[in-house]
Structure formats: structure tokens, C-alpha cells
């Protein structure tokens, strides 16, 4: 039986319709099944690399160093910001209700009993501390609440321009400070600012004379020391030790208070012509850190606690910030660092960081009453 072209093609245009249904509803079916599947999968653990936000008690030139090394060995990025305690504590409380940083790092531990008062700063055992008999036995290093912990030490002293003061007017003690021939030599920083070295050096002095005359004897002779040291000082008055260490090392003054490895630093990365000086009745000064309440990053602020306090963080402590290492791996400290109990026999041993603490806005106070002799 003959089958006619016109039947070809009545046949085709048939198939071709069937086949264009059949592929969209393929297509239909498969859309629907793509659809259901994304709506019953778990969203995808892809993400940004990690990232822990960090106000820093630091000079960037100082600190990013070992926030790049922390960086290299655990991928975590380090958003820091660099100031002054003073300021750091101002911004973690202002932003209380809502947090921004996830570690406060360096400084005093004056600072962090502040901070702790006022609820910005949370608790957290490190589990290399659990065990550290020596370390959990000196309240000195640590919170009994784990809202800080020291990774380090240090010890104040007087830092000398060499370039400026001629060794036979090297001072050798806070008193001589005071003395008539230093006037127009020193710099000093604001207490309120610098909550570190200038609220710990002036917490310093107002303790000894607590302990040698008494209250309220000792608020006089504090005053007076004061009175004259700042009558000694040339302006500006330093926000923090960075300004100091720059404004002595490039030639303003000639002599500043500062941690000892502060001039040694300096004179590395910045060629300033800067040494210290011991002195006793002394800060022995553990150097804190501590996660911020609420933080944004909690898991990348606890790594990063865990890091400094591993071997590989202390490791870079003496090399970085040429200060000791706080933990028992044997590590050498720098050549001209004392040792933990070489400190010791320069320290005073009754200085009380939460009396420093405490007492901080009445030292400010005293401080400002007489500041206008610098800046008047």
C-alpha cells in the first residue's frame, strides 16, 4: 500500500509536537526535582576564610608581625586596631550593647580589672593554663574569673635618649626625676590615655608613699611629686608610650618612663638612640589579654588565645616584642632581659594592680590639677 508525502508529513509535524510536550514536561520534572532538592539540603558550609577583630595595646609596627604569624598558621585573618588602653577600653565600653572586637591584647592588668568592672570582657580558661601550677598560683598573672590572663612580663624603667643626656646625668631612681636639673628633659604620658605604663608609673609612686607614710599623709607627698615632676616636663604630654618612645627618640626631651623593652625596640626599628635604665621599687608588669564579651568571632578569639600561649606564639615573643616568654617551653628570653626573679629583686612587691584599678580616676585627677604647669 502506497503511503502518500502528504502523510509524512502530517506523521512528522506529529512526532515533532509529541516530542516538544515530552521534553517540556522533562524539563518541568526536572525543575521540580532540583527545586526540592535545595529546599530539603542543609545551606552550604562554604564561607568567607575566618577572621577575629583585635584592639591591640600596640603600634602596628610593633604588633603585625606576630598577627601575620598567627595568620600563617591557623588561616584565621587579624583585623586589629591599634591604640591606647585607655582609649581601647573606651570603645569595647561604648559598644557594649552591641560588640565589635573579639580580643583585647597587651597592656596592664590594671587595665583589664577596668574592663572586667564593667562587663565588657568575658570568661574563658585557656587549657594550657590548667595545669601551669606555677602560673595558677600567682594571682598575679590571671583573673580568678579567667577575664584575663598575662602571655608575658616586662618591668618599668627610665628610658635615656643617649644623644641627649650625657651619662653622668643618667637618673637612677624615680626621685631623682624630680631633681632641678632635669626640667625641660622629660616626657611623660597622660594616665588616662595611658592606663598601662603612665596610670601604672604614677599608681607606683602613690603606693610607696602609702606604705612608707600612711594615708593621708601620702596624698601630700604624692601631689608634690607630681607637682614637681610635671614641673620638669616638657609638652606635649604623651598619650601612650609609642608617642614618648618617638618623641624622646627623635630628640624632644631626653628621658621618658617606659617597659624596658620599649627603647631596645625602638632602637631596632627605628634606629632612635634610646637605652634603658633599671630602677628599683619597681612594676614586675605581666602583660594581659582577654576575649571581649559578646564576641563576633568566638571561636577564632579563643584560637588565637590558645595560639599566643602555645609554643609557637611565645616562641615569637622574645623575637617580636623582645619580651619573655610566660610559658615553662625553655625559651630564651632576649640578652638583656633579667630573669622572672633577676625582676623581682628590683620590684615593689606590694604594688596592688586592682588598687591601681581602683584608684585610677583619682590619680587622673591629681594629674590634671597640676598638667597645666606642662600645658599652661
Same mark, same amino acid.
Request: glycine share 8%; net charge negative.
Given at each position: ?233 616638657? *609638652? ?62 568566638? *571561636? ?24 619573655? *616568654? ?51
Amino acid at each position: 500500500m502506497a503511503i502518500s508525502k502528504s502523510l509524512f508529513k502530517e506523521i512528522g509535524a506529529v512526532s515533532g509536537k509529541a516530542i516538544a510536550i515530552i521534553v517540556a514536561v522533562v524539563i518541568i520534572i526536572a525543575a521540580i526535582a532540583v527545586g526540592a532538592y535545595y529546599l530539603t539540603q542543609k545551606p552550604s558550609t562554604t564561607s568567607a576564610p575566618q577572621e577575629v577583630v583585635i584592639y591591640a595595646d600596640y603600634s602596628a609596627n610593633v604588633a603585625q608581625p606576630f598577627f601575620n604569624n598567627f595568620t600563617a598558621d591557623t588561616g584565621i585573618k587579624v583585623v586589629a586596631v591599634y591604640g591606647s588602653m585607655g582609649d581601647l577600653v573606651g570603645k569595647l565600653v561604648a559598644s557594649k550593647s552591641s560588640p565589635q572586637a573579639d580580643v583585647l591584647f597587651g597592656g596592664a592588668p590594671s587595665a583589664y580589672i577596668g574592663a572586667a568592672d564593667q562587663g565588657v570582657l568575658a570568661s574563658y580558661e585557656p587549657p594550657a593554663l590548667k595545669n601551669y601550677s606555677a602560673y595558677i598560683n600567682n594571682p598575679a598573672l590571671y583573673a580568678s574569673n579567667w577575664t584575663w590572663y598575662s602571655f608575658t612580663y616586662n618591668i618599668l624603667g627610665i628610658v635615656v635618649n643617649t644623644n641627649l643626656i650625657n651619662q653622668s646625668m643618667y637618673p637612677h631612681s624615680w626621685w631623682d626625676l624630680t631633681n632641678p636639673e632635669y626640667k625641660g628633659k622629660i616626657v611623660i604620658e597622660n594616665p588616662s590615655t595611658s592606663t598601662t605604663t603612665g596610670l601604672g608609673f604614677f599608681s607606683l609612686i602613690y603606693q610607696i608613699y602609702i606604705q612608707k607614710y600612711g594615708m593621708p599623709a601620702a596624698t601630700t607627698y604624692f601631689k608634690q611629686y607630681v607637682s614637681a615632676l610635671l614641673n620638669n616636663t616638657v *609638652s606635649p604630654i604623651a598619650p601612650d608610650d609609642e608617642h614618648a618612645e618617638t618623641i624622646v627618640g627623635e630628640g624632644t626631651g631626653g628621658i621618658t618612663v617606659d617597659w624596658i623593652n620599649g627603647p631596645v625596640l625602638y632602637h631596632e626599628l627605628d634606629g632612635y638612640p634610646l637605652i634603658p635604665i633599671m630602677v628599683n621599687q619597681n612594676i614586675l608588669g605581666p602583660t594581659a589579654m582577654g576575649i571581649v564579651a559578646g564576641a563576633p568571632h568566638l *571561636s577564632a578569639a579563643e584560637t588565637f588565645i590558645n595560639w599566643v600561649l602555645s609554643q609557637q606564639g611565645q616562641s615569637l615573643l622574645p623575637k617580636i616584642f623582645l619580651k619573655p *616568654s610566660i610559658m615553662p617551653y625553655n625559651i630564651t628570653p632576649p640578652p638583656y632581659f633579667p630573669t622572672l626573679q633577676q625582676e623581682e629583686q628590683y620590684a615593689f612587691l606590694n604594688y596592688s594592680q586592682s588598687w591601681t584599678a581602683e584608684n585610677a580616676q583619682n590619680i587622673t585627677a591629681i594629674f590634671n590639677q597640676y598638667s597645666s604647669e606642662v600645658t599652661g
